[in-house]
C-alpha cells in the first residue's frame, strides 16, 4: 500500500519462502527429468503430453519442450483421426495457448506453435486470430511479437479475401501512434504498408505528393512531441531517404529497401528533392531553437545537409561548415558515439581541404 512502512518479513516467514522455492525447482527439475526420458523412449502418449503441460505452464519459452509437445500431437492425437476430431484438438491446443500468454505475451516460442496450430488445422479462424492480436496491441501495443504476429495473419486473411487490407492496417498504425508517437513496431509497420497503399490506389502525382506530405506532419508532430524518441526520427529518414539514401550511417538496409520500394511509387524530381530538403531542415532547425541538446535532431539536420549537398552545386563549403559545426556538438553531448561523429566530421573537413 502506498503510504505504509514496508515491513521487513521474519526469519520464520522468509525461511518458509525459501523451503517453498526449493521444493518448486526441486519438481521441476524431476519433471524435465522425466521429459528427456519420455523424449529418449519416442513416448508420445497422453501422458507425454500432459507432461509437457506442466513443464510450459511453469517455462513457456522452454523451446525443446515445444518441438516435443508437437511430435506428440502428430504422433498421437491428431495421427490416423477425423478433421473433426483434429480441429477440436488443435482448437483446444490453441486455448492453452491464450493461457500461457498470461505469462508471457512476448515468447516467440508461444507465438510460433500457436501458428503451427493454426497451419495444421483445415479451417483456422483467421479473423478470430486477428481479434485477438488486437487485444493483445491493447494491452501492450509496442509488443513486437505481436506486431509480428498480426503481419502474419493479415498476410493469411489476404489469400482468403479479395478485399484488401492494407488501408485498414495502415489507419490501425494510425490509431497506435496517435495513442503514443514511441511505437517503434507502429511506425516500422507504416513503412512497410505505405509504399502497398499508393500502389494499390493508384494515386496519380499529385496524390501520392499529398498523401506523403501527411506523413511528414504526423512524424513532424511526434518528434515536436518527443524529440527524444528515435522510432518518429527513423520514420522521418525513411521518408526523405526516396530512393536516394542518406549519406550518414544512421539508415540500416531494410530502411533502404524500403525507400527504394516507395521510390518506385513515388517520381520526384531533383527541384522537387531540393524543396523537400530545405522544407524539412527549416523544421528540423525550428525544433532546434527550442530542444538545442536533442542529438536525434542534430543528427537529422547534418543527414539533411549532406544530402542536400549532393543534390546543389552552391553553398558547399558553407554546408561543410555546418556540418562540422553540428559534430561538434555532437560529440559533446552524445559521448557513446564519439568515434562516429569523429568520422563523419574528418569526413567534412577533409572535403574542405580538398
Not at 288 to 312: F, G, H, R
Request: aromatic share 10%; net charge neutral.
Amino acid at each position: 500500500m502506498h503510504g505504509r512502512k514496508r515491513v521487513k518479513p521474519s526469519a520464520e516467514v522468509e525461511k518458509l519462502r525459501k523451503e517453498k522455492e526449493v521444493t518448486k525447482i526441486k519438481e521441476y527439475r524431476n519433471l524435465v527429468e522425466s521429459y528427456f526420458q519420455k523424449k529418449d523412449k519416442k513416448e508420445f502418449d497422453n501422458d507425454a503430453l500432459a507432461l509437457t503441460t506442466k513443464i510450459l505452464s511453469q517455462n513457456p519459452d522452454f523451446y525443446s519442450i515445444w518441438n516435443f509437445r508437437r511430435l506428440i500431437l502428430l504422433n498421437g492425437l491428431l495421427k490416423e483421426c477425423s478433421e473433426e476430431d483434429k480441429q477440436q484438438t488443435l482448437s483446444t491446443e490453441l486455448v492453452f495457448l491464450q493461457e500461457l500468454f498470461q505469462l508471457n505475451p512476448k515468447s516467440y516460442w508461444i507465438f510460433n506453435h500457436r501458428r503451427w496450430c493454426l497451419e495444421t488445422m483445415q479451417n483456422p479462424d483467421w479473423d478470430k486470430e486477428l481479434q485477438l492480436v488486437g487485444k493483445f496491441l491493447e494491452l501492450d501495443a509496442r509488443n513486437f511479437h505481436a506486431w509480428d504476429y498480426r503481419r502474419y495473419v493479415t498476410s493469411k486473411l489476404s489469400c482468403t479475401t479479395e478485399t484488401s487490407l492494407t488501408q485498414i492496417e495502415f489507419d490501425f498504425t494510425t490509431t497506435k501512434i496517435n495513442q503514443n508517437f514511441s511505437n517503434y513496431s507502429a511506425w516500422h509497420q507504416r513503412s512497410k504498408l505505405l509504399p502497398l497503399l499508393i500502389k494499390e490506389k493508384n494515386l496519380d502525382e499529385q496524390e501520392k505528393k499529398k498523401l506523403i506530405d501527411k506523413e511528414f506532419e504526423l512524424v513532424k508532430a511526434a518528434f515536436y512531441t518527443d524529440p527524444d524518441d528515435q522510432s518518429a526520427w527513423l520514420y522521418h529518414w525513411w521518408l526523405v531517404a526516396q530512393g536516394s539514401i542518406i549519406s550518414t550511417s544512421q539508415m540500416n538496409e531494410e530502411s533502404k529497401e524500403s525507400s527504394n520500394s516507395l521510390n518506385q511509387n513515388l517520381s520526384i524530381n531533383t527541384s522537387e528533392r531540393i524543396e523537400l530538403l530545405q522544407r524539412e531542415i527549416n523544421v528540423v532547425r525550428e525544433l532546434l531553437e527550442l530542444e538545442p541538446d536533442s542529438k536525434y535532431c542534430l543528427q537529422t539536420l547534418a543527414n539533411l545537409l549532406s544530402e542536400l549537398k549532393s543534390n546543389v552545386k552552391e553553398d558547399s563549403k558553407k554546408i561543410d561548415d555546418e556540418i562540422v559545426t553540428i559534430c561538434d556538438r555532437l560529440i559533446k553531448i552524445d559521448k557513446f558515439r564519439t568515434k562516429r561523429y569523429e568520422d563523419l566530421r574528418s569526413k567534412f573537413i577533409s572535403n574542405q581541404q580538398g
